[in-house]
C-alpha cells in the first residue's frame, strides 16, 4: 500500500478512528463504508477523513 493511498476511516456516530485503508487519491467522493465500531458495538457508517 503506498503511503499516499492511505486514508482513515471515522465513525460517524462516536468519532472514533477505527480503520485504515487504501482508496484512489484521484477519485472525486469520499469513500463510505459499512463498518463494525467497537466502541459503539455495532455497524455504523465511516467516511473517510482528511
Same mark, same amino acid.
Given at each position: 500500500?503506498?503511503?499516499?493511498?492511505?486514508?482513515? @476511516?471515522?465513525? +460517524?456516530?462516536? @468519532? +472514533?478512528?477505527?480503520?485504515?485503508?487504501?482508496?484512489?487519491?484521484?477519485?472525486?467522493?469520499? @469513500?463510505? @463504508?459499512?463498518?463494525?465500531?467497537?466502541?459503539?458495538?455495532?455497524?455504523?457508517?465511516?467516511?473517510?477523513?482528511?
Amino acid at each position: 500500500m503506498a503511503k499516499d493511498n492511505k486514508v482513515t @476511516l471515522v465513525c +460517524s456516530e462516536c @468519532l +472514533s478512528r477505527n480503520y485504515v485503508t487504501s482508496h484512489r487519491k484521484n477519485s472525486a467522493k469520499r @469513500l463510505e @463504508l459499512m463498518k463494525f465500531c467497537p466502541k459503539c458495538g455495532r455497524k455504523t457508517l465511516h467516511k473517510e477523513t482528511k
